[in-house]
């Protein structure tokens, strides 16, 4: 695809430059007069504006056709996902009723949680289809509402500890994009932390805060934290995407976010967000 658009702008190209190469020859043996510059400057348009058009429809209109076929294969496979995971559920709470096995209780509540994750997952699937084909409307939610529960989330995996103290705030803003740029923040802080330490979120004015006392990062690992596939701790699971999908949604949601870390001390993330507040 981006051979033929590179080939169709060449050709475009071309087609203009010989159509005001005509423009330069009709003129000079016409002779430059308001009639000759009119008719001459109509006849390129015409000429211009269908060649244009022919190419914007050869290259055009096949994605357009993609689009749409992509859009109604996503959905059809999306619902029938969510079929099962539906029946799963419901058939989860019915178990629990009729159960009083602790044992089998407790299998039941881990399988509940995994439907629960991956109904997140579903979710956050279909997220990212919608927004590879048109915008993702933004949204009004309780800040403190959404830290509490991604927090819950992490905390399933009995793990490090969480302090979250503020006053909370109203957000504006893609609220799936927004929950999956902090979950990224929460795992990288649970990841390159102890799991016996706290992982402590805060908020002074607009600024988010999420501080844990990790092994940190130096300056050259720093300036390098954004790039794609980048991993400070090879040793540490992960594809090292985590931040630039950070970063990305950031400077997407216009929120201004900064990294402070020292070697085996910790780091903290600050969000600015200012512009999403209501």
């Not at 430059?32 to 209109?61: C, D, K, P, Q």
Request: proline fraction near 1%.
């Amino acid at each position: 695809m981006k051979k033929e658009t590179q080939l169709a702008a060449l050709g475009y190209f071309t087609s203009v430059a010989m159509l005001l190469s005509f423009l330069y020859w009709y003129l000079k043996n016409e002779g430059f007069t308001e009639s000759n510059f009119i008719l001459a400057s109509f006849f390129v348009l015409i000429l211009a504006g269908g060649w244009g058009y022919i190419i914007a429809t050869h290259l055009l209109a096949p994605k357009v056709q993609l689009d749409e076929n992509l859009s109604h294969l996503s959905s059809e496979i999306l619902h029938e996902l969510n079929i099962p995971l539906s029946t799963i559920k419901a058939n989860t709470v019915l178990l629990k009723k009729r159960m009083d096995d602790e044992k089998a209780l407790q299998r039941i509540e881990r399988i509940d949680a995994s439907s629960l994750r991956l109904e997140r997952l579903y979710k956050e699937l279909v997220y990212s289809i919608k927004k590879e084909i048109h915008p993702i409307e933004k949204e009004t939610f309780s800040l403190y509402n959404v830290l509490q529960e991604r927090i819950e989330v992490f905390q399933s995996f009995e793990r490090n500890d969480f302090f979250l103290d503020f006053i909370d705030k109203i957000v504006y803003a893609d609220k799936i994009g927004f929950e999956k740029m902090i979950d990224n923040l929460l795992m990288n802080a649970m990841k390159y932390s102890d799991k016996n330490s706290t992982i402590k979120i805060d908020m002074n004015e607009n600024i988010l805060s999420i501080n844990d006392s990790g092994i940190g990062m130096d300056e050259t690992q720093l300036l390098r934290v954004y790039e794609r596939y980048y991993q400070g701790d090879s040793k540490k699971e992960g594809e090292g995407i985590g931040l630039a999908l950070v970063k990305a949604y950031c400077d997407e949601a216009d929120i201004e976010v900064k990294i402070y870390s020292e070697k085996d001390k910790g780091t903290k993330v600050s969000l600015d967000l200012f512009k999403i507040i209501q």
